[in-house]
């Protein structure tokens, strides 16, 4: 089994509905990620989670929230959805910031 | 301003030959260098880390090598095999800021 599951894995959706992309870990890990990938930009941080009662914002935090329900769960909401946040979001977690990040499959999203 | 950059978005190599993919840097303060690999419809995977105490690290047929004057690192692969054909994602942390920053990426395509 995945050490870090997401889903769904694909989701179309429509401008102005709110949907939430979910994650969890069985590795364990204090630390949980959002990051989003766009075409030519890499992975960019959206939101950061050292434990269940810290949660922090990334590089490109607006338009979007977080949920860190329990230590294994990590989940990400696009209150309003728009056409820009297409694209393929990934959730990680790591033991601290200078150890590996063990990253989910991925979710591909398409806001129409 | 991009902080961490992947100026080849795509390389291509025989079968056999060295891959030789690049890295640069701006922030002095980066003391950990990380490369992801990732294959479609996968999340990226952990490959190879050198801190920047090192100048290289090796582990198998990957190398890294850490300049740290030109701000500059690469992973080699030798000999490169078709099953290497992914996008390969370098990143960077240090220890004040508790994030990784990734590059966009290179694709590398290993011809047989």
């Known amino acids: 089994d995945a050490d870090v599951t997401q889903t769904p894995r694909n989701r179309i959706t429509k401008t102005g509905k709110r949907i939430m992309l979910e994650c969890s870990q069985t590795k364990g890990h204090d630390r949980m990620y959002w990051y989003r990938q766009d075409p030519g930009l890499g992975l960019r941080l959206i939101y950061y989670s050292f434990d269940v009662k810290d949660i922090n914002k990334g590089e490109i935090s607006d338009g979007y929230s977080v949920s860190r329900q329990a230590q294994a769960k990590f989940s990400l909401s696009l209150e309003s959805a728009i056409p820009n946040q297409t694209a393929l979001y990934f959730c990680?977690?790591?033991?601290?910031?200078?150890?590996?990040?063990?990253f989910g499959p991925g979710t591909r999203l398409l806001v129409l | 301003d991009q902080q961490v950059k992947q100026n080849s978005p795509s390389l291509s190599v025989q079968e056999g030959r060295i891959s030789i993919l690049n890295c640069d840097y701006t922030n002095s303060m980066f003391d950990y260098f990380l490369w992801y690999k990732k294959y479609p419809a996968e999340g990226p995977t952990f490959l190879i880390s050198i801190s920047s105490i090192k100048d290289k690290n090796e582990d198998g047929r990957f190398t890294v090598f850490l300049n740290k004057s030109a701000k500059h690192l690469s992973l080699h692969i030798v000999p490169s095999q078709p099953g290497d054909s992914a996008v390969y994602f370098c990143?960077?942390?240090?220890?004040?800021?508790?994030?990784?920053?990734f590059g966009s990426g290179t694709r590398l395509l290993v011809r047989p």
């Open positions: 990680a977690t790591s033991i601290n910031s200078q150890e590996t990040q063990y």
């Open positions: 990143a960077a942390s240090d220890d004040s800021s508790y994030k990784l920053i």
